[in-house]
């Protein structure tokens, strides 16, 4: 593990104090040894529930069956976001969805989605938005919608 890379250890905080297992007290020490002769600063946070990988491909494959659905539609870039270029995957995930996320949620990239709630309110906005203004409706992909693969 190199300086740069951010270990993760794990713990639980009981009546306000910190309980790590013995084998993750150790592999912390032995961490902050090789890393830190002197003195450190740790910095403890809270592990947000990330998105899965399933999410992950269920994302992009989002991108691409409502790139798919806008051009089928024959709808250009210019008419939704004022450029006359065919939509692609990428310039879903970054003109669209990414747009929505950043003014709803803050949050620059995907990565940072939480996996039960965030990219259920992104897409929910965004199939609304689309239905409404050009009757495109997408269903997110889902083990149970699996209509497709899931790139």
Known sequence: MS???????????????????SEEKTNLNVWIESQFPGDFYLEVGKVV???TDSQNRALHTYFTLVAEALNDGGFTLDQVV???????????KELI????????????????????S???????????SLSEKLKISVAFPSIENQNYELK
């Open 49 to 51: 529930n990330r998105r």
């Open 3 to 21: 300086n740069k890379e951010k270990p993760r250890f794990n713990f639980q905080i009981v009546e306000g104090k910190m309980v790590m297992p």
């Open 82 to 92: 004022k450029l006359d270029v065919p939509f692609t995957p990428a310039l879903v």
């Open 118 to 128: 965030d990219i259920t309110e992104i897409y929910d906005i965004v199939n609304r």
């Open 97 to 116: 969805w990414r747009k929505v996320q950043k003014q709803v949620l803050s949050k620059s990239s995907t990565t940072e989605l939480d996996k039960q």
